[in-house]
């Protein structure tokens, strides 16, 4: 300690943080991670759009060109077939209506007549020319819609012909795709097994590296960003995993890295049970001395007034003024050391002689430091 009564070393005590600022620093940290995963999916995302196999390259390799030029020339023979029948089907329907308004003249015209034969008059020349033309046009559209009727029937028939031979080809062609869908297959997976290798070498690497930089500076201010970094990667490893990993397999790794992480936390938490640090050592004595419990056993101390206190769930009732009587042991000025494992509590100050917390590091009456106060447990 100085002469000026300031002790010149000070043990490390975590400031208490006010909740606006612990709230404020959670939620920037949750943002802070999800842009890391915004920012390592670009690069993964770059990495998937490595060239692949194209499929019409492999296609190329096993199929005969004369046949799929063939399958094509059937396929363009056969569009003119069917543009042909619906232009012939169109034609029977202008020649099915000529053919009966020259009906309707002709019927219309043999009612005028048979009524004019009943009334005694002759029909002129000039009628029966009229019914003659009537029946031409009748007979010239009839024969030109038989005609639109052959051609039709002949086009099916061929339409039928040329869906045979293409139906052959395109059994031969399928029969030849068959081993470039193999190949394009297995291309397609040593590609996608690459993508995954590429992914890997560039994120295990980036979480390795975050988890070992957040492993040594755990206790450092800024560990909320290594820990959003941490969990980006981590995400993303994940992710990776999931997509290029069979799935009958990615169930196993997925169970075998939760065992290891849970693992390693179990040990991690074992270990400070075990062995804490220096300042885990001081928030438990701390927290024994506050709760009146032996930071050692936990077992009660009955200093004072609370000699003849009455122990509960919720902490010692004290004894009233009558029950504590008026000896030195219901004062807080002797020394006193657990009963159950003999550590000494408080004792006299080197510096000041006032009674002091043997277990804390500084002596609330003059702030004397003891240095081996608070010793950790050996490793």
């Known amino acids: 300690m100085s002469e000026a009564g300031t002790p010149t070393s000070r043990l490390s005590v975590q400031p208490t943080v006010p909740r606006s600022l612990r709230v404020g620093s959670f939620l920037l940290s949750v943002l802070l991670m999800f842009l890391f995963v915004w920012l390592l999916g670009f690069v993964l995302d770059d990495l998937d759009d490595l060239p692949g196999?194209?499929?019409?390259?492999?296609?190329?390799?096993?199929?005969?060109?004369?046949?799929?030029?063939?399958?094509?020339?059937?396929?363009?023979?056969?569009?003119?077939?069917?543009?042909?029948?619906?232009?012939?089907?169109?034609?029977?329907?202008?020649?099915?209506?000529?053919?009966?308004?020259?009906?309707?003249?002709?019927?219309?015209?043999?009612?005028?007549?048979?009524?004019?034969?009943?009334?005694?008059?002759?029909?002129?020349?000039?009628?029966?020319?009229?019914?003659?033309?009537?029946?031409?046009?009748?007979?010239?559209?009839?024969?030109r819609f038989e005609a639109a009727n052959a051609e039709i029937a002949a086009s099916n028939e061929a339409r039928h012909a040329l869906q045979e031979e293409q139906r052959t080809?395109?059994?031969?062609?399928?029969?030849?795709?068959?081993?470039?869908?193999?190949?394009h297959q297995q291309l397609y997976g040593a590609h996608r097994?690459?993508?995954?290798?590429?992914?890997?070498?560039?994120?295990?690497?980036?979480?390795?590296?975050?988890?070992?930089?957040?492993?040594?500076?755990?206790?450092?201010?800024?560990?909320?960003?290594?820990?959003?970094?941490?969990?980006?990667?981590f995400w993303k490893l994940g992710q990776v995993m999931f997509e290029h990993f069979p799935r009958e397999?990615?169930?196993?790794?997925?169970?075998?890295?939760?065992i290891a992480i849970v693992f390693g936390f179990l040990l991690w938490m074992l270990r400070k049970a075990a062995r804490p640090g220096r300042d885990l050592l001081l928030t438990r004595y701390r927290e024994a001395y506050r709760s009146h419990a032996c930071p050692v056993c936990a077992f009660p101390i009955a200093r004072g007034p609370l000699r003849f206190a009455v122990w509960t769930r919720k902490g010692p009732r004290p004894a009233s003024a009558s029950e504590t009587g008026a000896g030195p042991e219901a004062t807080d000025d002797a020394p006193y050391s657990c009963p159950s494992c003999g550590?000494?509590?408080?004792?006299?100050?080197?510096?000041?002689?006032?009674?002091r917390h043997t277990l804390l590091p500084y002596c609330e009456h003059c702030g004397d430091e003891r240095s081996d106060a608070v010793v950790p447990a050996e490793a």
């Open 249 to 258: 397999y990615f169930k196993y790794i997925a169970i075998t890295a939760a």
């Open 343 to 355: 550590t000494s509590l408080f004792a006299p100050c080197t510096r000041c002689d006032a009674l």
């Open 193 to 233: 097994f690459r993508v995954a290798v590429f992914k890997l070498l560039f994120i295990v690497p980036v979480f390795l590296i975050v988890a070992l930089v957040f492993s040594r500076k755990r206790q450092s201010p800024y560990r909320s960003i290594l820990l959003a970094g941490l969990a980006a990667s």
């Open 53 to 143: 196999p194209q499929w019409n390259e492999v296609l190329a390799r096993h199929e005969d060109p004369a046949l799929r030029t063939r399958a094509g020339q059937l396929l363009a023979a056969i569009g003119d077939i069917d543009r042909q029948v619906a232009r012939q089907s169109e034609l029977q329907g202008e020649l099915r209506a000529s053919m009966g308004n020259a009906r309707d003249a002709m019927s219309q015209f043999l009612s005028l007549q048979r009524s004019s034969l009943d009334q005694g008059i002759q029909t002129t020349d000039a009628d029966k020319q009229i019914l003659i033309q009537a029946q031409e046009r009748f007979f010239e559209a009839q024969d």
């Open 169 to 183: 080809v395109q059994e031969q062609l399928e029969a030849q795709e068959r081993p470039a869908r193999e190949e």
